[in-house]
């Protein structure tokens, strides 16, 4: 975890971050990584504002273990979890270029399927 100012502005409060590693399929240390973080956010820091949850754009599946750690989260803060998180899409370009590819894509990779794409698998 690091805590500095936001924006690196002194007048503005502090914030701190927690970044995990990415999920994948290494299911021993993907455990130890979550059991590290619940006892950061236990013992540690104790308040959580907002979460990120960061996916490459261009992924349109969500993992196993990703599924694993949400539900984590979800039985650690209940579902107002939701209230408090921000879905990242990452290497999200908006030049002409990156908007035809995504949308020559099947599915087409908007902001509305994957809004449709998170709301069917959380619910699976």
Same mark, same amino acid.
């Given at each position: ?10 007048? +503005?409060? =502090?914030?701190?971050? /927690? ?6 399929? +290494? ?14 956010? @236990? ?7 907002? %979460?990120?949850?960061? %996916?490459?754009?261009?992924?349109? !599946?969500?993992?196993?273990?990703? !599924?694993?750690?949400?539900?984590? %989260?979800?039985?650690? %803060?209940?579902? +107002?979890?939701?209230?408090?998180? /921000? ?12 908007? =035809?590819? !995504?949308?020559?894509? /099947?599915? @087409? ?6 809004? =449709?794409?998170?709301?069917? +698998?959380? !619910?699976?």
């Amino acid at each position: 975890a690091d805590t500095g100012y936001w924006l690196g502005d002194r007048d +503005k409060g =502090r914030v701190t971050v /927690i970044d995990t590693p990415g999920f994948g399929n +290494k299911l021993v240390e993907e455990e130890d990584t979550i059991e590290k973080l619940v006892t950061t956010l @236990k013992e540690e820091i104790k308040y959580v504002d907002v %979460f990120v949850i960061a %996916f490459k754009q261009n992924d349109n !599946r969500m993992t196993d273990s990703l !599924r694993s750690m949400i539900s984590l %989260f979800e039985k650690m %803060f209940g579902h +107002k979890f939701w209230d408090n998180v /921000i879905l990242e899409a990452t290497h999200w370009n908006h030049g002409n270029q990156a908007n =035809r590819v !995504r949308q020559d894509k /099947i599915p @087409k990779l908007t902001e509305e399927f994957w809004t =449709r794409e998170w709301n069917r +698998k959380l !619910r699976e």
